[in-house]
């Protein structure tokens, strides 16, 4: 298994631009998150999803959108990139949602200039 | 809502010896999970250590274990025997056994730094 990966590694963009963050887990999990990761922060929860056509907002959902059109893949758009969304993106997975541990992707370094 | 403190930034250990990292938590629920998460220079996230709350023995995994005092809202790692390796951040995370929408979120500490000396 290769478990769950993502791509890009690392992306610069300009303000405005658009992007998709790429996820994709070959563990059949159901659950599906992506997180943030901010100096001093931690990682917060940006979108989930629940299963195959089953998305929801977390704690910082604005200026990013999702969908789950399979089990495996689960991207993340960013529609008009903003300097605010400089950060570092996980993309995490769970055979359900009461399951105790996620598994996490390697990250992707966004920088928005 | 629930919250993680991790009031520790940075902690620093010789190697072979033992140290140990402070986590508290908020929470009104009385089933839930407690993680602990390494973070590496390589930023790959990965799972130390978990402990289910309605346990109330102290989970281990070879030189990592953990303190869990539920009454008190508390979760420490204990780093035993030090390796170099185990240099990294160190993330203290919340999960509710809820398995509803946000809840199944994990919450997560600041994190604290350890850096292993020779």
């Known amino acids: 298994n290769a478990g769950v990966t993502q791509t890009p590694k690392f992306q610069v963009l300009k303000t405005g631009q658009s992007m998709t963050l790429q996820c994709a887990q070959d563990m059949n999990h159901e659950y599906m998150s992506w997180y943030r990761q901010d100096p001093g922060m931690g990682l917060r929860l940006i979108h989930y999803?629940?299963?195959?056509?089953?998305?929801d907002q977390g704690e910082v959902p604005n200026g990013y959108n999702v969908s789950r059109s399979t089990t495996e893949d689960f991207p993340l758009r960013l529609l008009s990139a903003a300097p605010s969304q400089t950060s570092v993106y996980f993309c995490?997975?769970?055979?359900?949602?009461?399951?105790?541990?996620?598994?996490f992707g390697p990250g992707t370094r966004l920088l928005v200039l | 809502a629930q919250t993680v403190t991790q009031s520790q930034p940075e902690m620093s250990v010789q190697e072979a010896e033992t140290v140990t990292l402070s986590c508290t938590y908020d929470?009104?629920?009385?089933?839930?999970?407690l993680f602990w998460y390494k973070q590496p220079p390589s930023r790959q996230m990965i799972l130390v250590i978990r402990?289910?709350?309605?346990?109330?023995q102290n989970a281990t995994e070879n030189r990592f274990s953990v303190n869990f005092q539920k009454a008190a809202k508390s979760f420490s790692l204990k780093i035993s025997d030090s390796q170099l390796g185990d240099a990294a951040m160190y993330f203290c995370?919340?999960?509710?056994?809820?398995?509803?929408?946000?809840?199944?979120?994990?919450?997560f500490g600041t994190g604290t730094r350890l850096q292993v000396t020779l």
């Open positions: 995370a919340y999960r509710s056994a809820r398995s509803t929408g946000t809840a199944s979120k994990l919450t």
């Open positions: 929470t009104s629920e009385s089933d839930y999970y």
């Open positions: 402990q289910e709350a309605y346990k109330q």
């Open positions: 999803s629940v299963g195959a056509g089953i998305t």
């Open positions: 995490a997975s769970s055979y359900s949602v009461g399951q105790r541990a996620q598994y």
